[in-house]
């Protein structure tokens, strides 16, 4: 992990960049927004300080040409427990005035979350977290779902793989809803593509950094493919343990399936070249992405943006045209309100490009199957991927009527 940035530092820089100028509309309390992430922890390195300096950039930006609009950032660390989460989230909703919570690494910390700023007509827009029933079974009329998921994310990953002979797969699973949602996604897209699951091992989490049995159960398998059903430090060390074993030498290709930019620096190119993966956001795709970039890098040095950190600077943009356009004593009111309104209005970023978000709750936009570069290819710092596909934003995520959300009926 790439912590660039002293934690107290970030925070105190944040906090003091986005208390907007109290101008017109002074006599209104401020749109509050509480970053929810992880700064320490297995997730720190793809969310964390990098997720608040997102936040904090389209705050700056939304600013510049709306100056009216109160806006206050606050930011904390969830400890990867969901109980402080809710915690935090509690305390923030009923005692800090904040309306809008984001990033949320935590899939059952997520689900908590949701239920709570319905009850309490708050708004919440989960980046860091990744399970597929948020906007599912867990689907609401209060928050929504950025960046990526666990439907999204394998799906590429996985067709290309079958497509290419590795058609029997084994899992290492990260031991609770995350980790559970990403194998049974990824093992429907095996089955689906003719392939077969030989079986599973579940690790715990957090905690676990020594996945050697694990990862002895993956290659007595026999399996051709090793699915890392995890993310963060997690995926690193997998990927790191797996070449200690030789596992790829031996025959077995090994699958990251939710497997990011920061985490692709932690493993280092010579462990993780040719492994596919897919991203939402890659820093030097475009003209929009690289200076973003650069100025990311100003407040995180030696660091570039991943997609967490891109799909914040997404999601708080869209909500601040939300709240601008019901007005900010309504969108103080109703969280509910500046979720309707942000659903009836197309996306656009310079990040994720044009979008829209679905009845259940999902950010429609692009995803990208990408191939790391061997160390040779690699021309820069930070030159990791070669695009090998873009897949359209319809294709990207789960078909609607199929994740259970009552709110895509009708």
Same mark, same amino acid.
């Not at 280092?268 to 003209?287: I, M, R, S």
């Given at each position: 992990?790439?912590?660039?940035?002293?934690?107290?530092?970030?925070?105190?820089?944040?906090?003091?960049?986005?208390?907007?100028?109290?101008?017109?509309?002074?006599?209104?309390?401020?749109?509050?927004?509480?970053?929810?992430?992880?700064?320490?922890?297995?997730?720190?390195?793809?969310?964390?300080?990098?997720?608040?300096?997102?936040?904090?950039?389209?705050?700056?930006?939304?600013?510049?040409?709306?100056?009216?609009?109160?806006?206050?950032?606050?930011?904390?660390?969830?400890?990867?427990?969901?109980?402080?989460?809710?915690?935090?989230?509690?305390?923030?909703?009923?005692?800090?005035?904040?309306?809008?919570?984001?990033?949320?690494?935590?899939?059952?910390?997520?689900?908590?979350?949701?239920?709570?700023?319905?009850?309490?007509?708050?708004?919440?827009?989960?980046?860091?977290?990744?399970?597929?029933?948020?906007?599912?079974?867990?689907?609401?009329?209060?928050?929504?779902?950025?960046?990526?998921?666990?439907?999204?994310?394998?799906?590429?990953?996985?067709?290309?793989?079958?497509?290419?002979?590795?058609?029997?797969?084994?899992?290492?699973?990260?031991?609770?809803?995350?980790?559970?949602?990403?194998?049974?996604? =990824?093992?429907?897209? +095996?089955?689906? #593509?003719?392939? $077969?699951?030989? *079986?599973? !091992?579940?690790?715990?989490?957090?905690?676990? &950094?020594?996945?050697?049995?694990?990862?002895?159960?993956?290659?007595?398998?026999?399996?051709?493919?090793?699915?890392?059903?995890?993310?963060?430090?997690?995926?690193?060390?997998?990927?790191?343990?797996?070449?200690?074993?030789?596992?790829?030498?031996?025959?077995?290709?090994?699958?990251?399936?939710?497997?990011?930019?920061?985490?692709?620096?932690?493993?280092?190119?010579?462990?993780?070249?040719?492994?596919?993966?897919?991203?939402?956001?890659?820093?030097?795709?475009?003209?929009?992405?690289?200076?973003?970039?650069?100025?990311?890098?100003?407040?995180?040095?030696?660091?570039?943006?991943?997609?967490?950190?891109?799909?914040?600077?997404?999601?708080?943009?869209?909500?601040?045209? =939300?709240?601008?356009? +019901?007005?900010? #004593?309504?969108? $103080?009111?109703? *969280?509910? !309100?500046?979720?309707?309104?942000?659903?009836? &209005?197309?996306?656009?970023?310079?990040?994720?490009?044009?979008?829209?978000?679905?009845?259940?709750?999902?950010?429609?936009?692009?995803?990208?199957?990408?191939?790391?570069?061997?160390?040779?290819?690699?021309?820069?710092?930070?030159?990791?991927?070669?695009?090998?596909?873009?897949?359209?934003?319809?294709?990207?995520?789960?078909?609607?009527?199929?994740?259970?959300?009552?709110?895509?009926?009708?």
């Amino acid at each position: 992990m790439n912590r660039s940035m002293p934690r107290r530092g970030v925070l105190a820089a944040g906090l003091a960049a986005v208390a907007l100028p109290r101008t017109a509309s002074a006599q209104g309390r401020p749109i509050r927004i509480g970053v929810l992430t992880d700064m320490v922890g297995a997730y720190a390195a793809n969310t964390g300080p990098g997720s608040v300096a997102g936040a904090r950039l389209a705050i700056e930006d939304f600013a510049r040409l709306h100056p009216d609009l109160k806006v206050e950032l606050v930011s904390a660390d969830l400890q990867l427990k969901p109980d402080v989460a809710v915690g935090i989230a509690g305390d923030w909703l009923d005692n800090q005035g904040v309306d809008l919570i984001t990033d949320v690494p935590l899939s059952s910390a997520a689900f908590a979350i949701s239920d709570m700023v319905k009850a309490k007509d708050k708004a919440a827009i989960f980046n860091g977290a990744a399970s597929a029933d948020i906007t599912g079974k867990h689907c609401g009329p209060n928050h929504l779902h950025w960046a990526y998921d666990t439907w999204s994310m394998p799906h590429g990953v996985v067709d290309a793989t079958v497509k290419e002979g590795g058609n029997s797969w084994f899992f290492i699973t990260a031991d609770y809803a995350f980790g559970h949602s990403l194998e049974t996604d =990824a093992a429907n897209f +095996v089955t689906a #593509a003719g392939g $077969k699951v030989l *079986g599973q !091992a579940l690790a715990p989490f957090p905690g676990t &950094t020594d996945f050697s049995s694990h990862l002895v159960q993956a290659q007595a398998s026999g399996a051709k493919v090793i699915g890392f059903a995890n993310g963060g430090s997690d995926t690193v060390n997998c990927i790191k343990q797996s070449a200690e074993f030789g596992i790829q030498k031996g025959g077995q290709k090994i699958a990251g399936l939710l497997f990011l930019l920061h985490d692709v620096r932690g493993v280092g190119l010579a462990a993780a070249q040719g492994v596919l993966l897919t991203e939402p956001f890659y820093w030097d795709t475009n003209d929009g992405t690289r200076a973003f970039a650069k100025r990311f890098a100003e407040l995180m040095p030696g660091n570039m943006p991943g997609s967490v950190h891109a799909g914040q600077y997404s999601a708080v943009t869209h909500y601040l045209k =939300a709240c601008l356009a +019901v007005g900010q #004593a309504k969108a $103080k009111a109703s *969280g509910r !309100a500046v979720i309707d309104q942000m659903k009836a &209005t197309p996306t656009e970023d310079p990040l994720f490009g044009k979008g829209w978000v679905r009845k259940d709750g999902r950010a429609i936009h692009d995803m990208y199957l990408f191939e790391v570069k061997s160390p040779q290819q690699s021309k820069q710092p930070w030159d990791y991927y070669t695009l090998k596909r873009t897949v359209p934003g319809a294709e990207a995520f789960r078909p609607i009527d199929q994740g259970g959300c009552k709110l895509a009926i009708g």
